[in-house]
């Protein structure tokens, strides 16, 4: 089992930062390859972002590449999510997943097993 809880969340104006936290506890955190997803009333859940175990794998989404950073800290079984330049279509509920696998990174929800209570963002035009 791994328990994932998000925090970091909150409200900023457009063109601001956030700096989102997932601290993991359980089974391995280094072991498991990890991503951050978002979902908005009545849309699909939506990748984010996701990092391999080393750190060393890293994929964004089209969406928030050159804006949003993926980053883990395995040593204190953390991952972050350094968001950047935000927009209001970045308002969003923010969660972090702990995926099957540990060396690759993976945009497909279905590759993750566990999943935080999720964080809510809220960007301000």
């Known amino acids: 089992q791994v328990q994932l809880v998000e925090s970091g969340g909150g409200l900023v104006q457009a063109g601001g930062s956030l700096r989102l936290s997932c601290s993991a506890s359980?089974?391995?955190?280094?072991?498991?390859?990890m991503g951050w997803f978002r979902q908005t009333p009545g849309k699909e859940r939506e990748f984010v972002a996701s990092v391999s175990w080393s750190g060393s794998s890293k994929i964004y989404a089209d969406s928030v590449k050159g804006r949003f950073t993926i980053s883990r800290d395995n040593a204190m079984n953390t991952v972050y999510l350094q968001m950047n330049a935000l927009k209001p279509e970045d308002t969003a509920v923010y969660y972090c997943?702990?995926?099957?696998?540990?060396?690759?990174?993976?945009?497909?929800?279905?590759?993750?097993?566990?999943w935080g209570q999720g964080t809510q963002v809220t960007v301000s035009s």
């Open positions: 997943a702990a995926a099957r696998f540990a060396y690759t990174s993976s945009r497909l929800s279905a590759d993750y097993n566990y």
């Open positions: 359980g089974r391995t955190f280094s072991s498991a390859a």
